[in-house]
């Protein structure tokens, strides 16, 4: 009897997400201060990884178009503009995304500004995601397994499904807690004032203002999407059980460095961090198996 999986890998590693999630919560309602008074301190590397450490994941997203895209061709012709449709969609995500959250460090790299550069400096810039991510879909094409195109159109569809469900949830829950940032409290005479644990919810307080969206972690949401990394193992060629595994440890050392950088850089406590991971991995885990619960291997 085959043992249950969940995203491609033993059970017992989707519960040992969930047992560190819970346990940096627990530590984080009692000490996310003076953890962030300790660890918290902007550096270059730590703005570059925040820049563009987002990148590995938003990569999942073209990964996915491609699993759609080939899916569908085995399925046939009658298929063939939907794998088009969806196979662009993937793509765009990630250059819709990447551009969103981190464009504007991109659009100072080719020197735009609002209303005084040429407006084509900032298509250059949205190009320079385009070029990014175009490799993405033009490899996996070529790499993944289509024996079973069934998996690939759950496996792709489970990625895009949940990665838009897991951020707008994400937004949500910021309106819903209006959390203070710790680089906005300790630019406050008396921080602690203004200090509130992710449990003392004061909704729709935030509003349009990024200094009250702290909880729980957008980028961690993010980060989170590498979970799926086994899934897209699972579907190209020559996979096994080891590959598959193998790939939920890169994710997890990604995750904990994500992690880390958004305390080392004042932008997130412990706690904002751990249910970041948390609620985005919880959505990951139960699309996907929705999805995949009825392919037969």
Known sequence: ????????????CFWAVIIVCLTGIVIGS???????AALANKTEIGSFFATYGSYFSYCLYPAAGACLFTGL?????RYALLARVLLTLGFFMAVYYSNNYNGKAVRLLFQYTAGESSPILSVMSVLFWCVLYSWVPYVMIRIVDKQNPDKMIAVGAAILIAGIAADNVNLWLKQVASRPRYKYLITLDDPMKEYRNWWQMIPNLAGSDDNFKSWPSGNMTIASMMFSLPMIADVIKNRSDRKNVACFIVACIFVLI?????????NHFLSDVCFG??????????????FLHTIDE
Request: avoid cysteine.
């Open 30 to 36: 009692f000490w996310d201060y003076p953890i962030n």
């Open 258 to 266: 994500y992690g880390y950088n958004r305390i080392h850089m004042t």
């Open 1 to 12: 009897m085959k043992k249950r999986t969940i995203m491609a890998v033993p059970e017992i």
């Open 73 to 77: 061709k085995q399925k046939g012709k």
């Open 277 to 290: 991971t948390l609620i985005t991995y919880l959505i990951y885990a139960v699309i996907s198996t929705a």
